[in-house]
């Protein structure tokens, strides 16, 4: 599911401002960026996010701000700076300048001075760290929940379509041996213009093999027990994408299976239309966790 939610949290001189982007995705993948020194809060980060999403691609962006003093000391190489020097009083003798060497001389050069390695508490920043994605998570499920639930009416509604689909086509597939019977008699009658007599009992017999061949009761049965535990499964609380993935396939393959097996056109043209919806089902289901 695709949310976007930011937060930000201050304690004391420490601030952390996270920003969470959720995409689709068939896999759980948490994408972490952290500012420069708080990497080994990375995979505590990563915990914290996987109790709150199962599904999806989640990049995290933080940036934390320490305004301790600690944090502003700098480190000077005097030996660098002691060479530089040297180096600018042997320039001003050889050539005769008679300029003076200022600190600005020495300051602007790269190395010389350094911002120290401030020995970080990273139990402190985990802390606010910690508060600050929390804030940011709850909003970011709220949003995902938001469109979990415009994404089940959707299904909802397809679902009761299939449904109908269903009925139609179990109203269709009643009498089928009689329809066999039929039109087998019709067949033996052009092919041999009445000219042989027709045994009802042989005739029978063969449109009840070929009923039989083309019963589709089971695959209607199935289909209507998975469509019913594709709704147990998006009402439950637990994490519903994969396993409806699964029964989205099993609802397809017993809709080809009906598509094979009938010789009745109404009936197969029906179950292009329920095909069509499963295919958007699918496309939907991508979309949650």
């Known amino acids: 599911m695709t949310a976007f939610a930011r937060a930000e949290k ?44 199962a599904r999806g691609r989640i990049e995290i962006k933080i940036q934390i701000i320490n305004e301790s003093q600690e944090t502003c000391a700098f480190d000077i190489n005097t030996s660098k ?11 001003k003798n050889q050539f005769n300048i008679n300029a003076g060497i200022s600190l600005d001389n020495l300051a602007n050069i790269s190395g010389i001075i350094t911002p120290a390695e401030a020995k970080k508490d ?40 299939i449904e109908k689909c269903l009925d139609h086509i ?16 019709e067949r033996i009658v052009a092919l041999t213009q009445g000219l042989v007599e027709i045994d009802p009992a042989r005739v029978a017999q063969e449109a ?17 027990s998975h469509i019913k535990h594709f709704r147990e499964i998006m009402d439950a609380a637990a994490p519903a994408g994969r396993k409806l993935n699964f029964l989205l396939q099993e609802l397809n393959r017993e809709f080809n299976t009906m598509g094979a097996k009938t010789e009745n056109i109404d009936v197969s043209h029906v179950i292009v239309e329920i095909k069509a919806e499963l295919e958007k089902i699918r496309e939907q289901i991508q979309n949650i966790e």
């Not at 990273?122 to 415009?150: H, I, P, Q, Y």
């Open 208 to 224: 009840a093999f070929i009923a039989d061949r083309s019963d589709i009761s089971e695959e209607i049965v199935r289909a209507q």
């Open 170 to 185: 179990r109203k269709e597939s009643v009498d089928v041996l009689k329809h066999y019977q039929e039109r087998l008699k």
């Open 10 to 53: 201050t304690a004391g001189q420490l601030t952390v401002a996270a920003e969470i982007r959720s995409y689709n995705s068939k896999f759980i993948d948490i994408v972490p960026r952290l500012s420069h020194g708080y990497q080994d809060l990375e995979e505590k980060i990563k915990g914290l996010i996987a109790q709150s999403v």
């Open 81 to 91: 700076a002691q060479a530089y020097y040297e180096a600018l009083v042997r320039l």
């Open 122 to 161: 990273m139990e402190a920043c985990w802390s606010v760290t910690r508060e600050c994605l929390n804030d940011a998570l709850e909003d970011l499920v709220s949003m995902r929940r938001k469109e979990g639930e415009f994404i089940a009416k959707d299904i909802t509604v397809r679902l009761e379509y």
